[in-house]
């Protein structure tokens, strides 16, 4: 059974960090681009950084870079998107996707469920 597992989201100020990490089980991991995608309240899913296979090609839109970094370790079946001087409009519920290389949410074969991130004072 092919599961996805994001953990690490939560309430955090602003300007603060949170590491989102991913854990993949019942597929071949090391065979699957991973992307991070958000969807804030009302409104549509979108795109956030995706990384390579190997882990040596990655990308981030434009809105996190410098802030967000996505990594992956494939001995351990899971990957991670760093996330530093954390806005208020980071806030959304993040997902974790496993799937080809891709900036779109059709790219993407599995899903995770999501977590809550929140960015308040």
């Known amino acids: 059974q092919v599961q996805l597992v994001e953990s690490g989201g939560g309430l955090v100020q602003p300007g603060g960090s949170l590491r989102l990490s991913c854990v993949a089980s019942?597929?071949?991991?090391?065979?699957?681009?991973m992307g991070w995608f958000r969807q804030a309240p009302g409104k549509e899913r979108e795109f956030v950084a995706v990384?390579?296979?190997?882990?040596?090609?990655?990308y981030v839109v434009d809105s996190v870079k410098g802030r967000f970094t996505i990594s992956r370790d494939n001995a351990k079946n899971t990957f991670f998107l760093q996330m530093n001087s954390l806005k208020p409009e980071d806030t959304a519920v993040y997902y974790c996707?496993?799937?080809?290389?891709?900036?779109?949410?059709?790219?993407?074969?599995?899903w995770g469920q999501g977590t809550q991130v929140t960015v308040s004072s």
């Open positions: 019942g597929f071949t991991f090391s065979s699957y681009a």
């Open positions: 996707a496993a799937g080809s290389y891709s900036y779109a949410a059709s790219g993407y074969n599995y």
């Open positions: 990384i390579s296979v190997s882990g040596a090609t990655t």
